[in-house]
């Protein structure tokens, strides 16, 4: 505990050189816009910018982007409250009866909520990854070959409880990933696999190439389809300082939100999104007049915003303590650490304490940052609302080619990337989430290495992975998370939940 | 009556798509050595994705010729060539002529993707982003790329 506090200490330290304050200041205004701006998400904006982030210190490049993620929830509350458009898919619910309380000349009060849920849901999440940090991560390194297969294997199986549609074409993406990432040198031989004599392929695909085509690329394209037009409501908004009784009216439904986001963020498969629909559910279940939910309760802003920061910031506590990540963005987080050639993974926090203390300590002053971004300067926000898309979209594709040009100012690059674009788009069109691919992709190699370790130590027995307490545990996990998945009730809840995502 | 052979669009093309692409896998690992479980060659794992992708494939084929199932939906291509062109021509054009002609001609294929687009305000947006990214990427991070041809 005092040894948690000394080292956070150390963070803010880390955190306070004007180089990192302006990185953090970076990612906070960065997340806010791509908040604010529906058809752009952070996972297309966190591959868009990881190029430019090689120029920097590891720290700081994690600090900018962890900033854009959560700040993205942030701006997120922002339309949905204002337009009635999700600016991301975690405010969907904020949209219900955020956009009546602003229909009601009460749009001040519920931004006012959204942004104190944010900032104490984010405040709240930081202090677990600095306390539950530390003890999971020395956990996890006595874990051995075989736990680590199977720690991945539980993973990859969470990410398809996270994806829409088909469960069995959601674990089709996943193989297809693994597939992919199998692209490039074999690391025990040296042999080229795959690559189909391209040179430029015996370092595997650019990560990048992949992120972009299947999220930037491809989304632009959906985008583009559909005519996307939107109007702003014209009220002024008054009343940013919601009166005492109104906080405390919100208070109950932010506490809730904060516990049930931080509890959905750790798990793999809860993420950001499912937090704040959960707690949207909660809050109308606990309820003493659950009619006025849909008509502007306040309780339906508060709980799911304060959710969805609360799991943004303690989805990084799987990534840093085992290295396993629990969604795309996450899976982000692990190819802009491994671009700096940090391997995620327990030894991260003694290894690199500037790392992840700076991180924790860079959580917390982004929070600070972001509540005074989101609400005096509420106006500057809801001018940029109005940037048609015709514009958005031309950005994004030429910030597209130049970034994947970037990375190893190869030509290539930008082929494979027009190639994923293509899959991408095809794969939204067959109703195939390329979220699962994405993780696939990243966890790939990581697979293989442990199992070819663990084949190794079983002498070539799989019942290897049956055998250690640790390992069999994660795979009892996926099976019944499979299972459950596969159901009947919890697959109808499951599509109800994304059925309304998508109205 | 017409006789439909595939009734479920969305199966039966996702299907043939991941047989596709395991199969083209599974030709590129026919040459690799694959070993034994105990001392795994470079093949080994590759050829059990592969293999689980095909034939989650090949069900997902039997599955959309065999049960009634969702249509695939109806794809504008005119976006989707222009996007994906626009990329094309920049590729091209970058190595040769230099950032701000790619930029601008990427702009210029690109804008036709929209129906909302007004050309001369996309070129002009298009000069804008080609002076930004010359600041941000060839001044400022120091990209070896030329600007002009």
């Known amino acids: 505990m005092i040894e948690s506090l000394q080292l956070l200490g150390h963070g803010f330290a880390v955190v306070l050189t004007l180089d990192n304050l302006m990185f953090c200041l970076i990612g906070a205004l960065f997340g806010t816009l791509i908040g604010v701006l529906p058809g752009l998400g952070p996972v297309a904006t966190i591959s868009l910018l990881l190029p430019a982030t090689f120029a920097l210190e590891p720290v700081g490049a994690i600090i900018m982007l962890s900033g854009i993620y959560y700040g993205a929830q942030y701006g997120g509350s922002t339309t949905a409250i204002l337009v009635n458009i999700p600016g991301e898919s975690t405010s969907v619910v904020t949209a219900i009866d955020g956009y009546q309380m602003a229909r009601q000349g009460r749009a001040g009060q519920a931004l006012a909520i959204a942004a104190i849920g944010s900032f104490i849901a984010g405040c709240i999440g930081t202090l677990v990854i600095a306390f539950a940090g530390p003890p999971l991560a020395r956990m996890a390194q006595s874990f051995t070959s075989p736990d680590y297969f199977s720690l991945m294997v539980f993973g990859l199986v969470s990410a398809v409880v996270l994806a829409n549609g088909s469960l069995f074409r959601a674990v089709a993406m996943i193989v297809l990933g693994l597939l992919f990432g199998m692209i490039g040198m074999d690391v025990n031989t040296g042999m080229p696999r795959l690559t189909g004599n391209f040179i430029e392929l015996s370092d595997g695909v650019s990560f990048v190439a992949i992120a972009l085509g299947l999220f930037g690329v491809a989304e632009v394209i959906c985008n583009l389809e559909q005519d996307i037009s939107r109007t702003v409501t014209s009220s002024k908004i008054t009343n940013l300082w919601p009166s005492f009784a109104v906080i405390r009216q919100a208070m109950g439904a932010i506490l809730r939100g904060t516990g049930l986001g931080t509890v959905m963020g750790v798990l793999p498969g809860g993420g950001a999104t499912m937090a704040s629909f959960s707690s949207y559910a909660l809050e109308k279940k606990v309820s003493r007049t659950p009619s006025r939910f849909g008509r502007g309760a306040i309780e339906g802003v508060a709980g799911p915003e304060s959710a969805n920061n609360a799991a943004a910031q303690t989805s990084f506590i799987p990534l840093l303590t085992m290295g396993l990540p629990t969604s795309a963005t996450m899976a982000l987080m692990v190819g802009a650490l491994t671009l700096h050639g940090i391997a995620p993974g327990p030894n991260v926090i003694t290894r690199q304490p500037d790392l992840f203390w700076g991180l924790v300590a860079s959580m917390f002053i982004g929070n600070v940052m972001l509540i005074i971004i989101n609400l005096p300067m509420i106006g500057l926000w809801v001018r940029l609302l109005r940037l048609p898309y015709r514009f958005l979209f031309l950005l994004i594709v030429i910030i597209s080619s130049i970034g994947v040009y970037s990375v190893s100012n190869s030509v290539f690059d930008i082929y494979l990337m027009i190639g994923f674009g293509l899959l991408g788009y095809l794969l939204r069109k067959l109703d195939a989430e390329p979220a699962p691919m994405l993780m696939g992709f990243v966890l790939g190699p990581m697979i293989e290495e442990n199992f070819r370790r663990s084949m190794i130590t079983g002498r070539g027995d799989p019942m290897v992975f049956l055998e250690r307490p640790i390992s069999l545990a994660f795979l009892l996990l996926s099976l019944a998370l499979l299972i459950s998945v596969a159901l009947p009730f919890i697959r109808k809840r499951r599509e109800e939940i994304f059925q309304d995502e998508e109205a | ?149």
């Not at chain 2, 692409?21 to 994705?49: K, R």
Request: charged share 10%; proline share 5%.
């Open chain 2, 1 to 149: 009556m017409r006789i439909k052979l595939v009734r479920g669009g969305v199966d039966f093309w996702s299907g043939l798509l991941l047989v596709a692409i395991a199969s083209a896998a599974l030709f590129y690992i026919s040459s690799l050595e694959i070993g034994t479980a105990l001392d795994m060659g470079p093949g080994y794992f590759p050829l059990m994705i592969a293999a689980v992708l095909a034939v989650m494939g090949a069900v997902l084929v039997v599955r959309g010729l065999a049960v009634e199932g969702p249509e695939v939906p109806p794809m504008n291509l005119r976006a989707g060539a222009l996007i994906l062109g626009s990329f094309l021509v920049f590729a091209l054009l970058l190595d040769r002529f230099g950032l701000v002609v790619a930029i601008l001609a990427q702009t210029v294929v690109a804008s036709f993707a929209s129906r909302e687009s007004v050309l001369w305000q996309s070129v002009l947006f298009g000069a804008a982003m080609a002076a930004g990214s010359v600041a941000l990427f060839i001044w400022l991070l120091g990209l070896p790329v030329e600007v002009w041809p």
